[in-house]
């Protein structure tokens, strides 16, 4: 079993940054990979990237090379998603999601937060 909430959402200004924080439990936590969603209103929910158990593989959408980042942290059972140059198309429900590893993150994910909102402003 792995539990996850997520923090860090609000409202900024376009081209600020923010970083969100997905905070991990349960004794799965050290074997699985873990990952972020977002769902914007009207749409489809639509992967962000994953990042492994161990860290060295990470995985990005391809609207999100270069501008977010995907980290953990083991120690702290932490995983962060670092946004920069906010846009205000970035606005939707960010989760954070777990699988066995990053290809399951991505195409079937086996656990789920409750999502955090961030809202951007033009």
């Known amino acids: 079993q792995a539990q996850l909430a997520e923090s860090g959402g609000g409202f900024v200004q376009a081209g600020d940054s923010l970083r969100l924080s997905c905070a991990t439990s349960?004794?799965?936590?050290?074997?699985?990979?873990v990952g972020w969603f977002r769902q914007a209103p009207g749409k489809e929910r639509e992967f962000v990237a994953s990042i492994s158990w161990s860290g060295s593989i990470t995985t990005y959408g391809d609207s999100f090379k270069g501008r977010f980042t995907i980290s953990r942290d083991g120690a702290e059972n932490m995983v962060y998603l670092q946004m920069n140059s906010l846009k205000p198309e970035d606005t939707a429900i960010y989760y954070c999601?777990?699988?066995?590893?990053?290809?399951?993150?991505?195409?079937?994910?086996?656990?789920w937060g409750q999502g955090t909102q961030v809202t951007v402003s033009s």
């Open positions: 349960g004794p799965r936590f050290g074997s699985i990979a």
């Open positions: 999601a777990a699988a066995l590893n990053t290809d399951q993150v991505r195409n079937d994910p086996e656990y």
